[in-house]
């Protein structure tokens, strides 16, 4: 067994475990850290509506270990599409986009709106107006604004809220939902 991937292996779940438990859902996801069978299959399908490219893959395998190759993929799809900077993207954010997804039935190829904002393009939109927060969960990789065809948009609110796991921002007007890593709440 290769040393490196237990380490990366085991801060990976334990910074998932630790922040789950902080934000309140710590005991269900402490049932998926003793038994990862519990978890739902670490498969998402993206396309990025700016960029245009699109992947599925795994990011997780059934016993609960990670593909840092399939995370460094995760990482360049959801780049900021204006300077083309990667961040590492947070894993409670791609865990709790995966739990959405299955929670609308799974295997839906989810269309990224925004991920990670570089600070430059962070700026440059809360100077033309657009309303972004200046210190954006976006900006540390632990946002994503998300849509999903032949799904409403009330309807991902809902699956995301109903979760209770992080942020969840509505737009209806722009046609996409927020959510985030950080602590529960709505708007």
């Known amino acids: 067994m290769d040393f490196k991937m237990l380490s990366r292996r085991s801060f990976l779940k334990a910074t998932l475990t630790g922040a789950l438990t902080l934000m309140g859902v710590g005991s269900a996801f402490g049932r998926f850290e003793s038994t990862p069978e519990?978890?739902?299959p670490g498969q998402l399908t993206l396309f990025n509506t700016h960029?245009?490219?699109r992947i599925s893959l795994a990011f997780r395998d059934a016993a609960g270990n990670y593909d840092l190759d399939a995370l460094n993929t995760m990482n360049w799809i959801l780049r900021?599409?204006?300077t083309n900077e990667t961040t590492v993207m947070d894993v409670k954010t791609l865990e709790y986009l995966n739990l959405v997804d299955k929670k609308l039935g799974g295997n839906n190829e989810i269309h990224i709106v925004s991920a990670y904002r570089s600070p430059?393009?962070?700026n440059l939109?809360?100077?033309s107006g657009h309303g972004v927060a200046r210190q954006s969960l976006h900006l540390s990789g632990k946002a994503i604004d998300i849509s999903i065809p032949g799904k409403n948009i009330a309807s991902?609110?809902?699956a995301a809220v109903g979760l209770h796991m992080g942020g969840v921002g509505f737009y209806p007007g722009s046609?996409?939902?927020h959510i985030d890593s950080g602590s529960f709440r709505t708007w």
Do not use: A, K, Q, S
């Open 175 to 177: 046609g996409f939902v």
């Open 125 to 127: 939109l809360r100077e």
């Open 156 to 158: 991902i609110r809902e």
């Open 80 to 82: 900021c599409h204006y």
């Open 38 to 40: 519990f978890l739902p």
């Open 120 to 122: 430059l393009y962070n």
């Open 51 to 53: 960029t245009r490219e």
